[in-house]
Protein backbone atom coordinates (compact mmCIF):
# COMPACT_ATOMS: atom_id res chain seq x y z
CA UNK A 1 0.00 0.00 0.00
CA UNK A 2 1.44 3.51 -0.92
CA UNK A 3 0.64 5.68 2.01
CA UNK A 4 2.00 8.15 3.83
CA UNK A 5 2.76 7.12 7.36
CA UNK A 6 1.39 8.09 10.78
CA UNK A 7 3.32 6.96 14.14
CA UNK A 8 1.74 5.19 16.31
CA UNK A 9 2.10 2.58 19.30
CA UNK A 10 -1.11 0.74 18.61
CA UNK A 11 -4.63 1.49 16.53
CA UNK A 12 -8.14 0.14 18.33
CA UNK A 13 -11.30 1.69 16.60
CA UNK A 14 -13.49 3.72 19.43
CA UNK A 15 -17.27 3.49 18.56
CA UNK A 16 -19.36 5.85 20.27
CA UNK A 17 -16.73 6.95 22.74
CA UNK A 18 -17.74 9.68 24.30
CA UNK A 19 -14.89 12.86 23.77
CA UNK A 20 -13.31 14.51 26.93
CA UNK A 21 -14.12 18.24 27.56
CA UNK A 22 -10.68 20.10 26.89
CA UNK A 23 -10.39 23.94 26.74
CA UNK A 24 -6.56 24.41 25.10
CA UNK A 25 -4.68 27.27 23.47
CA UNK A 26 -2.36 26.06 20.68
CA UNK A 27 0.79 27.60 22.59
CA UNK A 28 -0.24 25.66 25.34
CA UNK A 29 0.32 21.90 22.95
CA UNK A 30 4.20 23.02 22.34
CA UNK A 31 7.13 22.59 24.57
CA UNK A 32 10.10 24.30 23.37
CA UNK A 33 12.12 24.17 26.29
CA UNK A 34 12.00 20.24 26.23
CA UNK A 35 14.00 20.29 22.94
CA UNK A 36 17.04 22.41 22.72
CA UNK A 37 18.33 23.29 19.35
CA UNK A 38 15.24 21.77 17.51
CA UNK A 39 15.76 26.15 15.99
CA UNK A 40 18.41 24.74 14.42
CA UNK A 41 16.69 21.87 12.36
CA UNK A 42 16.31 22.70 8.37
CA UNK A 43 12.58 22.31 7.83
CA UNK A 44 11.66 22.94 4.36
CA UNK A 45 9.73 25.79 3.52
CA UNK A 46 6.02 24.96 1.18
CA UNK A 47 8.41 26.74 -1.56
CA UNK A 48 11.18 23.85 -1.33
CA UNK A 49 8.31 21.36 -0.90
CA UNK A 50 6.95 22.38 -4.26
CA UNK A 51 9.75 23.43 -6.38
CA UNK A 52 10.87 22.12 -9.79
CA UNK A 53 14.31 22.64 -11.56
CA UNK A 54 14.84 23.12 -15.08
CA UNK A 55 14.98 19.51 -15.81
CA UNK A 56 11.79 18.87 -14.13
CA UNK A 57 10.53 21.75 -15.66
CA UNK A 58 11.75 20.35 -19.33
CA UNK A 59 10.43 16.80 -18.13
CA UNK A 60 6.67 18.37 -18.01
CA UNK A 61 6.44 19.71 -21.45
CA UNK A 62 8.14 17.00 -22.72
CA UNK A 63 5.54 14.97 -22.05
CA UNK A 64 2.58 16.77 -23.74
CA UNK A 65 4.64 18.20 -26.52
CA UNK A 66 2.21 17.18 -29.41
CA UNK A 67 -0.92 16.86 -27.92
CA UNK A 68 -3.57 19.91 -27.52
CA UNK A 69 -6.34 18.58 -25.99
CA UNK A 70 -6.36 19.10 -22.31
CA UNK A 71 -7.77 16.08 -21.48
CA UNK A 72 -5.40 14.04 -23.39
CA UNK A 73 -2.44 16.13 -21.92
CA UNK A 74 -3.01 15.40 -18.52
CA UNK A 75 -2.85 11.78 -19.33
CA UNK A 76 -0.09 12.16 -21.46
CA UNK A 77 1.31 13.85 -18.30
CA UNK A 78 0.61 11.10 -15.98
CA UNK A 79 1.76 8.32 -18.28
CA UNK A 80 5.25 9.76 -18.41
CA UNK A 81 5.23 10.07 -14.46
CA UNK A 82 3.98 6.30 -14.26
CA UNK A 83 6.63 5.06 -16.98
CA UNK A 84 9.40 3.58 -15.82
CA UNK A 85 11.52 4.31 -19.34
CA UNK A 86 10.59 7.60 -18.73
CA UNK A 87 11.19 8.52 -14.90
CA UNK A 88 11.89 4.99 -13.56
CA UNK A 89 9.79 5.81 -10.42
CA UNK A 90 10.10 3.64 -7.58
CA UNK A 91 8.22 3.25 -4.75
CA UNK A 92 9.55 3.36 -1.25
CA UNK A 93 8.11 4.29 1.94
CA UNK A 94 10.33 5.72 3.60
CA UNK A 95 11.48 8.27 0.88
CA UNK A 96 9.96 11.89 2.17
CA UNK A 97 11.17 13.89 -0.42
CA UNK A 98 10.49 17.26 -1.88
CA UNK A 99 9.61 17.33 -5.54
CA UNK A 100 12.98 18.16 -6.88
CA UNK A 101 14.72 14.99 -4.86
CA UNK A 102 11.59 13.02 -5.78
CA UNK A 103 12.06 13.60 -9.37
CA UNK A 104 16.15 13.19 -9.05
CA UNK A 105 16.04 10.05 -7.11
CA UNK A 106 13.11 8.51 -9.03
CA UNK A 107 11.78 6.58 -6.03
CA UNK A 108 9.59 8.28 -3.01
CA UNK A 109 6.05 7.56 -1.14
CA UNK A 110 2.75 8.04 -2.02
CA UNK A 111 2.77 11.39 -0.50
CA UNK A 112 5.97 12.56 -2.22
CA UNK A 113 5.13 11.16 -5.62
CA UNK A 114 1.91 13.36 -5.00
CA UNK A 115 3.75 16.38 -4.31
CA UNK A 116 6.10 15.91 -7.67
CA UNK A 117 3.08 14.92 -9.99
CA UNK A 118 1.14 18.32 -8.28
CA UNK A 119 4.37 20.36 -9.20
CA UNK A 120 4.78 19.16 -12.67
CA UNK A 121 0.51 19.63 -13.63
CA UNK A 122 0.77 23.05 -11.96
CA UNK A 123 4.15 24.06 -13.80
CA UNK A 124 1.82 22.77 -16.98
CA UNK A 125 -1.00 25.37 -15.96
CA UNK A 126 -3.45 22.68 -14.89
CA UNK A 127 -5.45 22.85 -11.88
CA UNK A 128 -4.21 20.19 -9.33
CA UNK A 129 -6.39 19.65 -5.64
CA UNK A 130 -5.13 17.33 -3.43
CA UNK A 131 -7.76 14.67 -1.53
CA UNK A 132 -7.39 12.51 1.90
CA UNK A 133 -8.93 9.67 1.33
CA UNK A 134 -10.54 7.30 4.02
CA UNK A 135 -8.92 4.21 3.65
CA UNK A 136 -9.21 1.13 6.54
CA UNK A 137 -7.03 0.97 9.40
CA UNK A 138 -4.15 -0.05 7.69
CA UNK A 139 -0.39 -1.11 9.29
CA UNK A 140 3.20 -2.01 8.45
CA UNK A 141 6.20 -2.79 10.61
CA UNK A 142 8.89 -0.58 10.07
CA UNK A 143 11.98 -0.83 12.61
CA UNK A 144 9.94 -2.48 15.31
CA UNK A 145 7.30 0.05 15.21
CA UNK A 146 4.16 -0.21 14.25
CA UNK A 147 2.81 2.42 11.44
CA UNK A 148 -0.28 3.34 10.64
CA UNK A 149 -0.77 4.25 6.72
CA UNK A 150 -3.08 7.03 5.56
CA UNK A 151 -3.52 7.85 1.62
CA UNK A 152 -3.69 10.71 -0.63
CA UNK A 153 -4.32 10.94 -4.03
CA UNK A 154 -4.54 13.92 -6.42
CA UNK A 155 -7.55 15.24 -9.02
CA UNK A 156 -5.97 17.26 -12.07
CA UNK A 157 -8.22 19.58 -14.22
CA UNK A 158 -7.48 21.99 -16.72
CA UNK A 159 -7.70 26.07 -15.80
CA UNK A 160 -10.86 26.93 -17.80
CA UNK A 161 -13.14 30.11 -17.45
CA UNK A 162 -16.20 27.77 -18.28
CA UNK A 163 -17.11 24.24 -17.24
CA UNK A 164 -17.68 22.79 -20.96
CA UNK A 165 -17.49 19.19 -19.99
CA UNK A 166 -18.25 16.55 -17.30
CA UNK A 167 -14.63 16.11 -17.34
CA UNK A 168 -13.46 19.86 -16.23
CA UNK A 169 -16.06 19.61 -13.30
CA UNK A 170 -14.71 16.16 -11.66
CA UNK A 171 -11.41 16.00 -13.35
CA UNK A 172 -8.78 13.54 -13.93
CA UNK A 173 -7.87 11.40 -10.48
CA UNK A 174 -4.34 10.70 -10.30
CA UNK A 175 -3.62 7.58 -8.07
CA UNK A 176 -0.70 6.41 -6.90
CA UNK A 177 -2.67 2.94 -5.56
CA UNK A 178 -5.22 1.95 -7.71
CA UNK A 179 -6.51 -0.42 -5.06
CA UNK A 180 -7.77 2.99 -3.24
CA UNK A 181 -9.19 4.58 -6.24
CA UNK A 182 -10.95 1.29 -7.28
CA UNK A 183 -12.56 0.51 -3.50
CA UNK A 184 -14.36 4.46 -3.95
CA UNK A 185 -13.43 5.50 -0.15
CA UNK A 186 -14.68 8.65 0.55
CA UNK A 187 -12.43 11.50 -0.26
CA UNK A 188 -11.76 15.29 1.22
CA UNK A 189 -10.23 17.87 -0.05
CA UNK A 190 -7.09 19.36 1.64
CA UNK A 191 -5.53 22.17 1.79
CA UNK A 192 -2.34 23.25 0.42
CA UNK A 193 -1.07 23.73 4.16
CA UNK A 194 -2.90 20.64 5.16
CA UNK A 195 -0.15 18.69 2.68
CA UNK A 196 3.09 20.86 4.02
CA UNK A 197 1.94 19.57 7.22
CA UNK A 198 1.57 16.04 6.69
CA UNK A 199 4.83 15.87 4.57
CA UNK A 200 6.62 17.07 7.97
CA UNK A 201 4.54 15.24 9.83
CA UNK A 202 5.95 12.28 7.89
CA UNK A 203 9.78 13.35 8.38
CA UNK A 204 9.08 13.99 12.08
CA UNK A 205 7.86 10.02 11.73
CA UNK A 206 11.38 8.67 10.29
CA UNK A 207 13.07 11.14 12.85
CA UNK A 208 11.54 9.65 15.74
CA UNK A 209 12.13 6.18 14.44
CA UNK A 210 15.50 7.00 14.76
CA UNK A 211 15.36 8.31 18.46
CA UNK A 212 16.04 11.37 16.87
CA UNK A 213 13.66 13.17 19.41
CA UNK A 214 15.11 17.03 18.74
CA UNK A 215 14.63 16.78 14.74
CA UNK A 216 11.27 14.71 15.45
CA UNK A 217 9.48 17.97 17.58
CA UNK A 218 11.44 20.18 14.41
CA UNK A 219 9.36 18.89 12.08
CA UNK A 220 5.98 17.74 14.56
CA UNK A 221 6.01 21.62 15.33
CA UNK A 222 6.10 23.05 12.03
CA UNK A 223 3.61 20.60 10.96
CA UNK A 224 1.28 22.07 13.89
CA UNK A 225 2.16 25.34 13.44
CA UNK A 226 0.55 24.84 9.45
CA UNK A 227 -2.21 22.25 10.45
CA UNK A 228 -2.88 23.08 14.04
CA UNK A 229 -5.79 20.66 13.67
CA UNK A 230 -4.70 18.00 11.61
CA UNK A 231 -5.44 15.25 14.68
CA UNK A 232 -2.68 12.86 12.88
CA UNK A 233 0.28 15.91 13.82
CA UNK A 234 -0.90 16.29 17.30
CA UNK A 235 -1.07 12.38 17.85
CA UNK A 236 2.05 11.81 16.99
CA UNK A 237 3.32 15.27 18.62
CA UNK A 238 1.51 12.96 22.04
CA UNK A 239 3.44 10.30 21.65
CA UNK A 240 6.93 12.52 21.64
CA UNK A 241 5.78 13.99 24.97
CA UNK A 242 5.19 10.30 26.36
CA UNK A 243 8.11 9.07 25.37
CA UNK A 244 10.38 11.94 27.09
CA UNK A 245 8.10 11.35 30.08
CA UNK A 246 5.86 14.26 29.76
CA UNK A 247 3.11 12.51 30.52
CA UNK A 248 0.08 15.58 31.43
CA UNK A 249 1.34 17.22 28.41
CA UNK A 250 1.13 14.11 26.18
CA UNK A 251 -2.47 13.40 27.61
CA UNK A 252 -3.18 17.28 26.82
CA UNK A 253 -2.05 16.61 23.23
CA UNK A 254 -3.74 13.20 22.78
CA UNK A 255 -7.17 14.86 24.02
CA UNK A 256 -7.22 17.70 21.96
CA UNK A 257 -6.73 15.31 19.12
CA UNK A 258 -9.34 13.50 19.87
CA UNK A 259 -11.73 16.43 20.17
CA UNK A 260 -10.40 17.34 16.63
CA UNK A 261 -11.45 14.20 15.50
CA UNK A 262 -13.74 11.78 17.69
CA UNK A 263 -12.60 8.82 15.84
CA UNK A 264 -8.75 9.64 15.43
CA UNK A 265 -7.85 5.70 16.31
CA UNK A 266 -4.58 6.27 17.19
CA UNK A 267 -5.05 8.62 19.62
CA UNK A 268 -7.59 6.70 21.20
CA UNK A 269 -5.10 4.01 22.02
CA UNK A 270 -2.32 5.87 22.49
CA UNK A 271 -4.39 7.55 25.29
CA UNK A 272 -5.21 3.98 26.64
CA UNK A 273 -1.30 3.12 26.61
CA UNK A 274 -0.39 6.45 28.39
CA UNK A 275 -2.95 6.16 31.17
CA UNK A 276 -1.39 2.56 31.97
CA UNK A 277 1.77 4.38 31.90
CA UNK A 278 -0.03 7.03 34.65
CA UNK A 279 -1.22 4.23 36.53
CA UNK A 280 -5.22 5.08 35.56
CA UNK A 281 -5.74 0.91 34.33
CA UNK A 282 -9.43 1.69 34.87
CA UNK A 283 -9.13 4.55 32.24
CA UNK A 284 -7.18 2.28 29.95
CA UNK A 285 -9.49 -0.80 30.67
CA UNK A 286 -12.03 1.61 29.85
CA UNK A 287 -11.03 2.26 26.27
CA UNK A 288 -9.32 -1.11 25.15
CA UNK A 289 -12.53 -2.47 26.24
CA UNK A 290 -15.08 -0.65 24.21
CA UNK A 291 -12.78 -1.54 21.02
CA UNK A 292 -11.98 -5.06 21.24
CA UNK A 293 -14.64 -6.31 19.33
CA UNK A 294 -15.02 -4.05 16.19
CA UNK A 295 -11.07 -4.34 15.68
CA UNK A 296 -11.73 -7.79 14.70
CA UNK A 297 -13.59 -7.11 12.32
CA UNK A 298 -10.73 -5.33 10.38
CA UNK A 299 -8.64 -7.46 8.32
CA UNK A 300 -5.30 -4.85 8.40
CA UNK A 301 -5.15 -5.91 12.13
CA UNK A 302 -5.19 -9.70 11.17
CA UNK A 303 -2.83 -8.87 8.80
CA UNK A 304 -0.64 -6.66 11.22
CA UNK A 305 -1.04 -8.90 14.37
CA UNK A 306 0.31 -11.98 11.94
CA UNK A 307 3.30 -10.28 10.83
CA UNK A 308 4.12 -9.79 14.84
CA UNK A 309 2.92 -13.53 15.17
CA UNK A 310 5.65 -14.65 12.63
CA UNK A 311 8.30 -12.42 14.15
CA UNK A 312 7.75 -14.36 17.62
CA UNK A 313 7.98 -17.55 15.18
CA UNK A 314 4.36 -18.30 16.73
CA UNK A 315 3.29 -20.16 13.34
CA UNK A 316 -0.21 -21.46 14.28
CA UNK A 317 -1.21 -17.76 15.73
CA UNK A 318 -0.32 -16.57 12.45
CA UNK A 319 -1.87 -18.81 10.24
CA UNK A 320 -5.10 -18.00 12.50
CA UNK A 321 -4.99 -13.91 11.82
CA UNK A 322 -4.19 -14.77 8.22
CA UNK A 323 -6.90 -16.95 7.84
CA UNK A 324 -9.17 -14.33 9.39
CA UNK A 325 -7.81 -11.85 6.81
CA UNK A 326 -8.66 -13.76 4.31
CA UNK A 327 -12.33 -14.47 5.11
CA UNK A 328 -12.61 -10.30 5.51
CA UNK A 329 -10.58 -9.39 2.28
CA UNK A 330 -9.71 -12.26 -0.52
CA UNK A 331 -8.10 -9.24 -2.71
CA UNK A 332 -4.96 -8.19 -0.36
CA UNK A 333 -1.76 -9.92 -1.76
CA UNK A 334 -0.26 -9.07 1.69
CA UNK A 335 -2.72 -11.94 3.24
CA UNK A 336 -1.58 -14.26 0.74
CA UNK A 337 1.82 -13.47 1.30
CA UNK A 338 1.80 -13.80 4.77
CA UNK A 339 0.15 -17.05 4.34
CA UNK A 340 3.17 -18.38 2.09
CA UNK A 341 5.38 -17.71 4.35
CA UNK A 342 3.54 -19.26 7.42
CA UNK A 343 2.96 -22.43 5.24
CA UNK A 344 6.73 -22.44 4.28
CA UNK A 345 7.52 -22.59 8.33
CA UNK A 346 5.10 -24.76 8.80
CA UNK A 347 6.68 -27.03 6.22
CA UNK A 348 4.09 -27.04 4.06
CA UNK A 349 5.59 -26.17 0.72
CA UNK A 350 2.85 -27.23 -1.57
CA UNK A 351 0.61 -24.97 0.12
CA UNK A 352 3.37 -21.77 0.16
CA UNK A 353 3.91 -22.21 -3.24
CA UNK A 354 0.01 -21.65 -3.94
CA UNK A 355 0.02 -18.53 -1.72
CA UNK A 356 2.81 -16.87 -3.13
CA UNK A 357 1.59 -17.84 -6.26
CA UNK A 358 -2.25 -16.02 -5.39
CA UNK A 359 0.17 -12.72 -3.84
CA UNK A 360 2.30 -11.85 -6.97
CA UNK A 361 -0.89 -12.37 -8.89
CA UNK A 362 -3.13 -9.97 -6.65
CA UNK A 363 0.23 -7.44 -6.24
CA UNK A 364 0.60 -4.12 -8.32
CA UNK A 365 3.72 -3.22 -8.64
CA UNK A 366 6.91 -4.74 -10.40
CA UNK A 367 8.68 -4.16 -6.98
CA UNK A 368 6.19 -6.69 -5.05
CA UNK A 369 5.84 -9.26 -8.31
CA UNK A 370 9.46 -9.60 -8.12
CA UNK A 371 9.99 -9.83 -4.64
CA UNK A 372 7.08 -12.34 -4.44
CA UNK A 373 8.64 -14.01 -7.70
CA UNK A 374 11.98 -14.25 -5.93
CA UNK A 375 9.77 -16.58 -3.13
CA UNK A 376 8.92 -18.37 -5.61
CA UNK A 377 12.14 -19.40 -7.46
CA UNK A 378 13.21 -20.18 -4.18
CA UNK A 379 10.28 -22.54 -3.59
CA UNK A 380 10.63 -24.33 -7.02
CA UNK A 381 14.43 -25.50 -5.39
CA UNK A 382 12.62 -27.35 -2.53
CA UNK A 383 10.65 -30.39 -3.17
CA UNK A 384 7.22 -30.97 -1.45
CA UNK A 385 7.29 -33.35 1.84
Not at 29 to 39: A, N, S, W
Not at 87 to 104: G, H, I, P, S
Not at 222 to 228: D, E, R
Not at 356 to 365: D, I, V
Amino acid sequence: MKHFSILLVTIIFIGCQAVPKISVSHKTLLYDEGFEGFENVTVESEIEIFELNDEAKAFAQSAIRGVSKPKEQIQALVQHIFSRSDLNLLYRAEANTVANQTFRNRAANCLSMSIMTYALANELGFSVRFQDIEIPEYWTIREGQSLLNGHINLQILPRSRRKRTQFLTQGFEVDFDAQATREHFPKTLLKLNQVVAMFHNNNGGDALLKKDYVKAYAYFRSAFLQSPNLSSVLTNLGYLYRLIGQYELAEKTYLWAIKKNKENLTAWRNLSYLYRYMGHAEKANNIESRVTRQRLENPFFHINRGDKALEKQQWQIALKHYQRALKLDKSNHEVFFGLGKTYFELGDIKRSYHYLKLAKKKSRTEQQQATYQREIDMLATIKPG
